[in-house]
Nanobody, 114 residues
Framework: QVQLVESGGGLVQPGGSLRLSCAGS????????MGWYRQAPGKQRELVAT???????NVADSVKGRFTISRDNAKKMVYLQMNSLKPEDTAVYYC????????WGQGTQVTVSS
């Protein structure tokens, strides 16, 4: 059974930075993608970024150049470094792993506000 636990969310001012971490447990294959989605109030869940073991990334246009995804396969961890945060980045951020089925963490709130 795969479990994903996020940490690192919080309140930050516009222009600030946060680093999200996701700790995975259970059977997680490095070849399969891990990453991050987010869901703002009243909106659908959307892709932020995913990464495979080979380093192939898929990053949303809205965060390119500001967010960086990375992965530690040995530790079953995935990270999201978020810089130059904007109020529109406010959302619940969910860790994601695509194995035989999709697995999700419980989410961590990121609020960008002055």
């Amino acid at each position: 059974q795969v479990q994903l636990v996020e940490s690192g969310g919080g309140l930050v001012q516009p222009g600030g930075s946060l680093r999200l971490s996701c700790a995975g447990s259970g059977t997680i294959y490095s070849a399969y993608p891990m990453g991050w989605y987010r869901q703002a109030p009243g909106k659908q869940r959307e892709l932020v970024a995913t990464v495979t073991s080979g380093g192939t990334t898929n990053v949303a246009d809205s965060v390119k150049g500001r967010f960086t995804i990375s992965r530690d396969n040995a530790k079953k961890m995935v990270y999201l470094q978020m810089n130059s945060l904007k109020p529109e980045d406010t959302a619940v951020y969910y860790c994601y792993y695509r194995g035989a089925v999709a697995y999700w963490g419980q989410g961590t709130q990121v609020t960008v506000s002055s």
